[in-house]
């Protein structure tokens, strides 16, 4: 499998986890998600969102 493939088949599904089991957000490129990484308004992909490392 190619990492493309791989970065396809994820999309919306794959989530990221810190090391204490502390949810860090969604794998996609929706822009809408309310969980997604890519949400420039959410708390998981915001400039100053939540978990950001600033």
């Known amino acids: 499998m190619q990492i493309l493939d791989f970065l396809v088949d ?3 599904i794959g ?3 810190g ?3 502390q949810f860090l957000g ?3 490129n929706n822009q809408y998600d ?3 990484i890519s949400n420039p308004h959410g708390m998981y ?3 100053y969102g939540l978990f950001i490392q600033h």
């Open 45 to 47: 992909g915001a400039q």
């Open 19 to 21: 090391a204490n089991d």
């Open 15 to 17: 989530q990221l986890w």
């Open 10 to 12: 994820i999309n919306g």
């Open 26 to 28: 969604v794998l996609s």
């Open 34 to 36: 309310v969980n997604s």
